[in-house]
């Protein structure tokens, strides 16, 4: 019996997949294309089947994670799983964040947008309280979590998170930052930006729409 199913190895899955392995979590993974390495820990077929989920042994696991690149399938799978496993918690990624109210009332535990890394994904699997965070501040309406490039024209490249005066100018806050192949959580107001670097932010969109304009003034991007 695995912990955890995984229902797409794409992009997401494998990160989630990742991040399960190095926390010896067991797991075991559906996709419909033969893109695994270890044979073990795979299906190939529609994990929207109930056939296919009772295989990968869905009436025990603890955790099911809806992460192919199609908001109606991980509904379907949503709707499968409750029914085969009234226990199990649902982790469920979408693609249009108009969208997340259709996963929560299919019967997902959290909702995570296309902006959610899959090591969050897997976090959160692992430490509920973590889904538990994410799912409180989607209530509150509006809130997203989006990765922000910095570039050399950027007004607040340079100088401090502090100095910069992101939280009071935009209203948005800095989760962590990627810089290079080192990643820096929770940094300090001391921390600085600099060019180059990929901001994880979370805020409304309104909000991420203000500080992605301190970043490129020259560029504004639409809010849905």
């Known amino acids: 019996m695995s912990d955890v199913i995984i229902c797409g190895f794409g992009i997401v ?4 997949a990742e ?18 390495d270890n044979d073990s820990q795979l299906i190939v077929g529609n994990a929207a089947s109930e056939e296919v989920l009772k295989q990968a042994g869905i009436e025990n696991a ?3 994670v809806a992460a192919t690149n199609n908001d109606v399938t991980n509904a379907f799978i949503t709707l499968l799983a409750k029914n085969l496993n009234k226990n199990i918690t649902i982790l469920a990624r979408v693609e249009e964040i108009e969208n997340i109210e259709k996963l929560d009332k299919a019967g997902a535990d959290y909702v ?3 902006a959610t890394t899959g090591r969050f994904i897997a976090k959160s699997a692992i430490e509920p309280f973590v889904a538990d965070f994410l799912d ?7 809130i997203e979590i989006m990765q922000l ?3 050399e024209k950027s007004t607040i490249a340079d100088i401090s998170i502090k100095k910069a005066e992101i939280w009071n100018r935009t209203g948005t806050h800095i989760l962590a930052i990627k810089r290079g192949d080192k990643i820096i959580y929770a940094p ?3 921390e600085k930006i600099i060019p180059g670097d990929i901001l994880l932010v979370i805020g409304s969109s309104e909000q991420i729409k203000s500080l ?3 970043l490129e003034p020259e560029k504004t991007i639409e809010v849905k």
């Not at 991040?19 to 695994?36: E, G, N, P, Y």
């Open 112 to 114: 995570f947008p296309i």
């Open 149 to 151: 490039d910095v570039n």
């Open 136 to 142: 409180m501040i989607n209530l509150k309406g509006g």
């Open 19 to 36: 991040r399960l392995q190095k926390k010896q979590t067991s797991f075991i993974a559906i996709d419909q294309k033969d893109v695994f």
């Open 212 to 214: 992605h304009n301190l």
């Open 62 to 64: 603890k955790t099911i």
């Open 13 to 16: 899955g494998k990160k989630v």
């Open 188 to 190: 300090s107001e001391d």
